[in-house]
């Protein structure tokens, strides 16, 4: 099977090329570097996304908060939930932990703009 998929590994956004047997990428052509041969086997094998988003803060006012690290795509519709369901208390900082162990993954939600 082939797969065509665009490289997120940088402004360039190669075209990638990605033959998949039995689940795994065996070829990659398209990338311009080795990022996006690893991107395309990941992508393939265990796709993951970094997940941006807002939090409610106790003052009514969102703070903008991202996940420490790339998250599961199975998984980033729960992490999304667990972050509408909680609530941050002002002032937060940039690096504070918002949602510790955000929907079990193992990964926080920290915050990324200085609010309150
Ligand atoms: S393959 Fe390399 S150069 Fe191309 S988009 Fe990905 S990171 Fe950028």
Do not use: H, Q, W
Request: charged residues 20%; hydrophobic residues 40%; neutral net charge.
């Amino acid at each position: 099977m082939t797969r065509n998929m665009i490289c997120i590994g940088c402004p360039m956004g190669c075209e990638l090329t990605v033959e998949v047997e039995n689940g795994r990428a065996v070829s990659v052509t398209g990338n311009t570097c080795g990022i996006g041969r690893k991107y395309a086997e990941a992508e393939v094998s265990a796709p993951t996304r970094m997940v941006t988003t807002t939090i409610m803060s106790d003052s009514g006012v969102p703070v903008p908060v991202k996940t420490r690290t790339a998250v599961p795509k199975e998984k980033i519709f729960d992490v999304v939930s667990a972050v509408k369901s909680s609530v941050i208390r002002l002032p937060a900082r940039i690096g504070d932990t918002a949602v510790e162990n955000a929907a079990g993954t193992g990964i926080d939600v920290i915050v990324t703009k200085d609010v309150g």
